[in-house]
């Protein structure tokens, strides 16, 4: 409990300290602390307790029950400068006590023990840390979400404690056979964890839209379980994956067999026929599972009841500015993305025809910028189906934590919260990660290369105001390479580890 009340304390310090310092311009002039996002969240709790909406606030593209929730001291009388950003860090601590805890369970349940200091050699033997620290290093007292929540960004609240939370309930799993369980006592624990899962996932869905990029993945785990869980029951002799209903799934078809020629490949590339049949076979496993079914719908009728009720109490523009906004979203400013010239330069030869249009004319290049914004929308859904197919029922934290760096680095629109999309699933996978080798340390060595290259050449445009647009734009090319590779790095990282070990049995 130490490290989450040190966590806690900590945020709660900088969250009243640096913007004392800093927005009130004690401490570097011009540099503001407190994200500008946070001004939205206030001045839209400010209409919502005088009885307006909160998309009367210019921007507020939020779902409205965060903006009723913060709106909750002015109704008694106090002021909201500190509410929202206290709550933010409470969700955030909460958020790395969840990781803390999943990753101490895992530990358990694989009996892995952590070496002595005499185990190791050199500087390794000198920065040695127990196994508790290290948990509340990736989370409770990492600098970004720290940062990013006591600036008032509401992301720890109504994203990543729902996609946590979801994750908890969905890998809360250990197969244990027992030859007196009957079929349903086997697969009612899945079905009740489907449910709330589902729940949790419908407000993540909701509240910021992407994790609905999640949904396949999580039924194809759940999926997965139950059908483990039920032949299991079935013949209680039987506990590896591998024997128990599995052995042609379209996934498991990919995995490596060390039986067969070098070069040749399990899978039947050839044979389009046998590629059809464990397609629609794994579909079946898939769709037609209960635990599935009930995430599936649990999920979505969550998502239908909150959108229901914000568009009942707000009309069309809790819709439009909530939701549909987010799909095709395009800004230019703050933007990591390698997109972000292009959108730049589109919306202002976009402003020029609109200037010199009228009527249908100017309404048909409006249409055309915005469906620009789909584009990008492509190579992401190519990158997250092998993701949800391949990787999701076998390693349900690492394929959502790939598909998410996916995501986020194809993304045409990337500023720093989205980070922390990925950065809260990290930990959960952390162990299947190579990073003793010379390929993860030159890919991590190029990524933090790129990301200093583009703060600095953001930094001269934004802050010293030089025409360095273009500079820029190579920094987001080079940041979006250096992410790819170090994608590839640990996705090749992980493809060997598995054929090592299939090689040792």
């Known amino acids: 409990d130490h490290p989450v009340i040190i966590g806690l304390a900590i945020r709660l310090i900088l969250m009243f300290a640096l913007p004392s310092l800093m927005d009130d311009g004690l401490l570097l002039q011009g540099v503001r602390y407190t994200d500008i996002d946070y001004d939205v969240f206030t001045d839209a709790a400010d209409h919502v307790a005088h009885g307006r909406s909160p998309y009367a606030r210019h921007t507020y593209r939020y779902t409205p029950f965060l903006a009723k929730l913060l709106a909750l001291p002015l109704e008694y009388g106090f002021s909201t400068r500190y509410f929202g950003k206290i709550l933010f860090c409470i969700a955030d601590v909460i958020c790395g006590y969840i990781i803390v805890t999943l990753r101490r369970r895992k530990r358990v349940l694989s009996g892995a023990n952590h070496p002595t200091k005499g185990d190791k050699r050199g500087w390794k033997n000198f920065i040695d840390l127990s196994p508790e620290l290290k948990d509340a290093l990736w989370w409770l007292y990492n600098p970004l979400p720290i940062n990013i929540c006591t600036r008032g960004s509401a992301e720890s609240l109504v994203v990543l404690l729902p996609v946590l939370a979801t994750v908890a309930v969905a890998d809360m799993y250990q197969i244990r056979p027992s030859s007196s369980a009957n079929r349903w006592r086997g697969t009612l624990p899945i079905i009740a964890r489907a449910c709330f899962a589902g729940i949790f996932h419908g407000i993540g869905i909701h509240?910021?839209?992407?994790?609905?990029?999640?949904?396949?993945?999580?039924?194809?785990?759940?999926?997965?379980?139950?059908?483990?869980?039920?032949?299991?029951?079935?013949?209680?002799?039987?506990?590896?994956?591998?024997?128990?209903?599995?052995?042609?799934?379209?996934?498991?078809?990919?995995?490596?067999?060390?039986?067969?020629?070098?070069?040749?490949?399990?899978?039947?590339?050839?044979?389009p026929m046998q590629i059809l049949v464990l397609a629609i076979f794994w579909v079946q496993r898939l769709l037609f599972t209960m635990s599935s079914i009930l995430f599936l719908v649990v999920s979505m009728g969550t998502v239908g009841i909150l959108t229901y009720l914000a568009v009942y109490q707000h009309g069309q523009e809790a819709l439009d500015e909530g939701l549909l906004y987010h799909f095709q979203r395009v800004d230019h400013r703050h933007n990591y993305s390698m997109y972000w010239y292009w959108i730049y330069l589109a919306r202002g030869r976009a402003e020029d025809t609109l200037s010199q249009l009228a009527g249908k004319a100017a309404e048909n290049a409006s249409l055309s910028a915005s469906a620009w914004g789909y584009i990008p929308l492509v190579p992401q859904v190519l990158l997250l189906g092998f993701s949800s197919l391949g990787i999701a029922p076998y390693d349900l934290s690492f394929a959502l934590f790939c598909q998410t760096f996916a995501f986020v680095a194809f993304n045409k629109v990337i500023t720093a919260q989205y980070f922390t999309w990925y950065l809260c699933l990290l930990p959960l996978c952390?162990?299947?990660?190579?990073?003793?080798?010379?390929?993860?340390?030159?890919?991590?060595?190029?990524?933090?290369?790129?990301?200093?290259?583009?703060?600095?050449?953001?930094?001269?445009?934004?802050?010293?105001?030089?025409?360095?647009?273009?500079?820029?734009?190579?920094?987001?090319?080079?940041?979006?390479?250096?992410?790819?590779n170090l994608l590839h790095s640990i996705l090749k990282g992980y493809i060997e580890s598995k054929k090592k070990k299939q090689l040792e049995a």
């Open 430 to 484: 952390s162990d299947r990660v190579n990073w003793n080798s010379k390929r993860m340390y030159f890919s991590l060595g190029v990524l933090i290369v790129s990301i200093i290259t583009w703060l600095l050449s953001a930094f001269s445009l934004e802050m010293l105001g030089w025409k360095s647009h273009r500079q820029v734009w190579m920094a987001s090319l080079f940041f979006f390479i250096a992410n790819v």
């Open 207 to 271: 509240a910021k839209l992407y994790p609905v990029i999640y949904t396949i993945s999580f039924m194809a785990n759940f999926s997965r379980q139950q059908q483990q869980r039920e032949m299991l029951s079935r013949n209680s002799t039987q506990q590896n994956p591998k024997d128990i209903g599995w052995r042609y799934l379209l996934s498991e078809q990919m995995q490596f067999d060390p039986s067969k020629s070098k070069g040749s490949s399990t899978f039947p590339w050839k044979h």
